[in-house]
Every structure is written in C-alpha cells, then in structure tokens.
C-alpha cells in the first residue's frame, strides 16, 4: 500500500478533534519513481495531482460541518462494530482455536460488519466519501484539461494501469479495502459529472450545503433521484 499512495489529505480525528485544518502530504519516492517509469512532464505530473489533493482541502477547510459530520460516522460505526463483535465472541469464545477463529472470520455475523444492508452507518460513509473523492476527481479532470497539456495522455496512464492490474494486486486492494477507494473515485466522479451537466457547477456544490444534502448510496448511482431531491 505504501508503494501505490501519491498523495493524501489527513483530518485530525485523534480524541474527537474538531480543529479545522488538515495537511496535505505528497509521497515523493513514488512521485518521483512513476514519473521516471513514464517519462511524464515533471511541472504538469505534479500540477495534475496537486489538483486532487488540493481540492480536497477546499471540500473540508471551506465546508466546517463536514469535519464533525465524519467524525459523528466514525463513532456511529465503531459503537456498531463494538456491540456485534461483543456479539460475536459471547457467542464464539475468545479461547477458539485457529480453525475456529478462521471460521468465524468468514461467519456471516462477522461480514455483516462491512455489509452495508447491515451497517446502514457504514452505506453513509461510502456514500460520503464517494462525494468527496469524486468531486476531487471531477475538479481535477475539468481543470487539468485547461491548464495541463497532456493531461489526457496522464488519465489514460492511469486507466490503463487499473484495466492491467494482475490478479493478485486485485486480491490485496480487496483485502485492504483499496478497491472500494477505487469504485469511489468513479461512482462519486459519475455523479458529480452528471449533476454538473444538469445544473453546472452550482448544483454539484449543493453537496456541500449541508449533511441533509449529501446523497444516499442509492442516489450515487441514480443522480437523477438526487437532483429531483434537490428541486
């Protein structure tokens, strides 16, 4: 995973801190190493992503509900897996063996801990975060086609990159949770492109008015329910 991330924007989220204010952080050995691999513009490579990350501190630093509102998630999703795992060991033991512990790992209570049918907190979250990565990616296809020459040549690299991936990269971003991020940059980019080309921009930041305005997980993938939501 440390070898795949090129940048990211952290929220301080330690003790329930609600501070606004987060940092950006660039991953430079892996900046530099893509860079060399695909002999990419260096100025337009890191313009091309600045744009993502940077947006993202826009979403969070110019919006102060969101900072609580994920905070709120993610207590409402912790106190929901501390009562079904409690759950699931009074009715397991917490003095199993290997097998059992294996089995009880792939036993359907466990699974219901990453169900969204079952975790209707954990449907917000990726419908949450669905929203903030795709407006990330959308703002950054929209300008970078203004401002960046060859920024086409950089998205095909990196759609090429997912459609070659080997089988067992596959199974480990499944493992890691890495390939829910990756249907969140197109799902949240879908939506957000498709409330942009019925209301322009002005629409698509109505996400951002408040948390009765976010989309469900459901209107993710049907905009339309959203937009109609949204008069």
Do not use: C
Not at 97 to 109: A, L
Not at 120 to 129: I, K, P, S
Not at 142 to 151: A, G, Q, T, V, Y
């Amino acid at each position: 995973l440390a070898k795949r991330v090129l940048g990211q924007y952290d929220l301080p989220l330690a003790g329930g801190d609600i501070t606004p204010g987060g940092k950006l952080y660039f991953i430079y050995p892996n900046i530099a190493g893509l860079q060399a691999r695909f002999n990419l513009s260096r100025d337009e490579f890191h313009l091309w992503l600045a744009l993502h990350e940077a947006t993202h501190s826009y979403e969070f630093e110019s919006n102060a509900w969101l900072h609580a509102y994920i905070i709120d998630l993610i207590k409402e999703n912790t106190k929901f897996m501390e009562v079904k795992l409690k759950d699931i060991f009074n009715r397991h033991g917490t003095s199993s063996g290997t097998f059992d512990i294996v089995r009880m790992i792939f036993s359907n209570p466990l699974r219901d801990l990453i169900s969204t049918e079952a975790n209707e907190t954990l449907g917000r979250v990726q419908a949450f975060m669905s929203v903030v990565e795709g407006y990330s990616d959308y703002v950054m296809h929209e300008l970078s086609r203004k401002f960046i020459p060859h920024s086409e040549e950089i998205n095909q690299l990196f759609a090429r990159g997912e459609r070659s991936k080997k089988l067992a990269e596959r199974l480990l971003e499944k493992f890691i949770g890495l390939d829910i991020k990756l249907r969140q940059y197109k799902l949240g980019r879908e939506f957000i492109a498709a409330a942009a080309e019925y209301g322009g921009i002005e629409l698509a930041n109505q996400v951002w008015a408040g948390p009765e305005n976010l989309p469900s997980l459901r209107e993710i993938s049907e905009p339309m329910l959203w937009i109609k939501r949204m008069g």
